[in-house]
């Protein structure tokens, strides 16, 4: 019978599918659900600093008074904090697969004191989701990208359980960044994260917001990066994210070297008995190749397991697929 229980960030996980971090662990109960259906640990939905600022800004245009204000400010933050900190809690006193603590920020500062707040709730390791838009065309990429290694920086001397990063798809070079989060502490990355993002509508006229739900197809740029930075930086635990809609997609990322793999517009659409249909697609594909565990094949197809790297290095359609008319 194949085993389905891994590690990733130092946790022993019953199976690699983790239910992404979202509105869908809001509450215990699906929680506890995720658990039976097999979910090898969730993600907690982020806390998000930008969500903080906005309230507090929001109430202080009702509030005339200074100390009124600064109250109101400190009410907001601390009940917004304490909420999270209850789900933890009761999250973890229901259930015994790891809880994942996640945090949205954009920078080095105000939140770092959240963290400690989080470890002490009792979870079991934290994601750190660190986004921003650049809107500045003369700031260089650089200077943005140093604010993920000071977060890095700062939080390792605050907390001690694990921490992964969520990462957004469009760096020039994801491998620099990730070799720096391991370097400043990061026990694992999440590849990729899957942002909001506009539309427009023809006939209102309007900037809509485009679908949030990712589609299958979405999976192929994180497997060509899984499958490259789990050969190139194998210290590093990855957890594959976007467009992970089935049990294939699952044992794909883990053949690319994932060491657990995030689900969650498949579980928004499917429900939660989907995860037991994705592990199961799992567990009879493992008993038809004969893999026991899945460490017998995670990582067996990533960039130095096979013999022609140009399958995840090539970028180009010219050459290849110039017969296509
Ligand atoms: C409704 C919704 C809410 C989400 N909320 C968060 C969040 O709070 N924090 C976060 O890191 N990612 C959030 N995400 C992103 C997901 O965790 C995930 O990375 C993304 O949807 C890509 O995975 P998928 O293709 O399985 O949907 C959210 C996604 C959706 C659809």
Request: with cysteine; proline share 4%; aromatic share 10%.
């Amino acid at each position: 019978m194949a085993k389905l229980d891994t590690t990733y960030l130092g946790l022993n996980l019953k199976s690699p599918l983790i239910v992404s971090s979202s509105g869908l662990n809001s509450s215990v109960e699906r929680i506890q659900k995720y658990q039976d259906f097999g979910a090898g640990a969730v993600v907690l939905k982020s806390l998000f600093e930008e969500q903080i600022l906005h309230e507090v800004s929001h109430l202080e245009q009702y509030s005339d008074y200074t100390e009124a204000s600064d109250y109101l400010k400190h009410y907001v933050s601390s009940n917004n904090v304490q909420e999270y900190i209850n789900m933890i809690k009761a999250a973890k006193s229901a259930v015994n697969i790891p809880v994942i603590a996640s945090i949205n920020c954009v920078s080095d500062s105000q939140w770092l004191t959240f963290a400690s707040r989080i470890q002490e709730a009792g979870a079991d390791a934290l994601e750190v989701n660190i986004f921003y838009l650049p809107l500045d065309p003369h700031r260089q990429a650089g200077e943005y990208e140093k604010v993920y290694a000071s977060i890095a920086e700062k939080l390792h001397k605050v907390i001690s359980i694990p921490v992964s990063y969520k990462l957004g798809a469009h760096f020039t070079n994801p491998l620099n960044i990730i070799e720096q989060l391991r370097y400043r502490g990061a026990k694992g990355v999440v590849l990729f994260n899957r942002f909001f993002e506009p539309d427009l509508d023809i006939h209102s006229m309007k900037v809509v917001p485009a679908t949030i739900f990712s589609n299958p197809s979405d999976i192929r740029y994180t497997l060509r990066w899984v499958g490259i930075a789990s050969h190139l930086i194998p210290e590093i635990d990855i957890s594959a994210s976007t467009g992970v809609h089935d049990g294939e997609a699952l044992i794909k990322m883990i053949l690319a070297g994932a060491s657990s793999v995030q689900v969650c517009s498949a579980i928004y659409r499917n429900g939660p008995q989907h995860i037991q249909s994705m592990l199961l697609t799992l567990t009879e594909w493992m008993g038809q190749k004969g893999f026991k565990s899945v460490a017998d094949f995670k990582g067996k197809l990533n960039l130095g397991a096979i013999p022609d790297p140009t399958h995840y290095e090539r970028s180009q359609f010219m050459k290849y697929f110039s017969n296509y008319e």
